[in-house]
Nanobody
């Protein structure tokens, strides 16, 4: 059974930075896509940034501000978020796609991901 645990969230002022981490357990292979999603109050969950074995995908709002990386040895994924805005406030989720490792490099769609963490709050406010 795959389990994902996120950390690194919290309260930050506009313009600040946060680095989210997610560690996966129960995965026996490196052949999986992994990514970050978010859900703000009253809104649908949306893809933020996803990564395959070697390619990354960022939503338009994340380009230039967020960087995703992964460590296959630690089975971890990281999301460095810079220049944060109040509209980035949301619960952030880590998720894995164990069906098709490649598609995480060119898309970040909720329906493609089959294992989810419990989420972590990110609040951007002065």
């Amino acid at each position: 059974q795959v389990q994902l645990v996120e950390s690194g969230g919290g309260l930050v002022q506009p313009g600040g930075s946060l680095n989210l981490s997610c560690v996966a357990s129960g995965i026996t292979s490196d052949l999986y896509g992994i990514g970050w999603f978010r859900q703000a109050p009253g809104k649908e969950r949306e893809g933020v940034s996803c990564i395959s074995e070697s390619s990354t995908f960022h939503a338009d709002f994340a380009k230039g501000r967020f960087t995703i990386s992964r460590d296959n040895v630690k089975k971890a994924v990281f999301l460095q978020m810079n220049s944060l805005k109040p509209e980035d406030t949301a619960v952030y989720y880590c998720a894995t796609d164990t069906v098709d490792v490649l598609r995480s490099g060119y898309g970040c769609y909720v329906v493609d991901y089959d294992n989810w963490g419990q989420g972590i709050q990110v609040t951007v406010s002065s």
